[in-house]
């Protein structure tokens, strides 16, 4: 297991100071006449919950259609000769890209931002909240394509996308999923688990539990297919791909014991 854990805290700094920054600016930073395109996505969602609470979401969010193709063109996934398909190294490759851009990680905010806004508006407690961000990249919010199908990658076999391309595509597979996943979670201030299994094909992540979740959990050790203990530390697996999985919940075929790579997000 490897972690990113000074990387993943001077993030969070700098993206700080950098959306101070732009809101002094007021609007300027909207602006194209630099004649870059600026493009519209909306999301629409809703909270899948065991105590039956309507709360939908929608959000609408502005990218640089230029600086998304940026993104992808530093995204070392779509240049395999460097490390190869190496998750843990194109992993913090991107981590170093984003601290150097935190600009690239402003949508991503501006989710978090509106999550935390709605939830405490409508009394959502935490549990729910983090299953509304857990809504948000599932199905069929975020489309589910794998690499080689999706035209704007080229054909590429193995490819990871910034949480910016994924939101701006509007789609990505497993690993695009969990990578803009525990972004989100990770902006929240939990600490999280990316991981991958070449056993199943798959990428998901686990969310660190936390004692505010009360008894909607339930005992973290109990859940031994889902759960797993680092360093005292219990996370509990997230599904990002499809809907209908709640936190914790996990396809009976499958076990945290299959996932081989595990990349430690450290808040």
């Not at 993943?8 to 732009?22: K, Q």
């Not at 054909?155 to 939101?167: C, F, H």
């Not at 914790?248 to 808040?267: C, P, V, W, Y």
Request: hydrophobic share 35%.
């Amino acid at each position: 297991m490897e972690k990113i854990t000074v990387i993943s805290v001077l993030l969070n700094i700098i993206l700080f100071i950098w959306l101070i920054a732009t809101r002094k600016k007021g609007k300027s930073h909207h602006s194209s006449n630099d004649g870059s395109k600026k493009v519209k996505r909306e999301f629409n969602w809703k909270l899948d919950s065991s105590r039956s609470i309507g709360l939908k979401g929608h959000l609408e969010l502005e990218f640089d259609q230029q600086a998304v193709l940026e993104q992808r063109r530093h995204n070392p996934f779509g240049r395999p000769s460097i490390n190869g398909w190496n998750h843990r190294e194109n992993l913090k490759e991107m981590y170093h890209y984003m601290l150097a851009n935190p600009q690239h990680l402003a949508a991503s905010a501006k989710i978090v931002q509106y999550i935390n806004r709605i939830c405490s508006q409508k009394g959502i407690n935490e549990f729910d909240k983090l299953q509304f961000v857990l809504d948000f990249v599932q199905e069929p919010n975020i489309k589910y394509i794998v690499d080689d199908r999706s035209q704007e990658l080229a054909g590429a076999q193995e490819y990871i996308r910034y949480p910016d391309e994924t939101l701006f595509d509007g789609r990505g597979d497993c690993d695009c999923k969990a990578f803009l996943a525990a972004t989100l979670y990770h902006l929240m201030g939990y600490n999280v688990l990316y991981i991958i299994s070449d056993k199943l094909s798959h990428a998901a992540i686990c969310i660190e539990y936390d004692s505010r979740w009360g008894t909607r959990i339930g005992n973290p050790a109990s859940l031994r297919n889902a759960t797993i203990e680092i360093e005292g530390r219990w996370y509990i697996y997230c599904e990002t791909t499809s809907d209908g999985f709640r936190i914790g919940n996990m396809s009976k075929k499958e076990s945290l014991k299959d996932f081989e790579t595990i990349l430690e997000l450290r808040a």
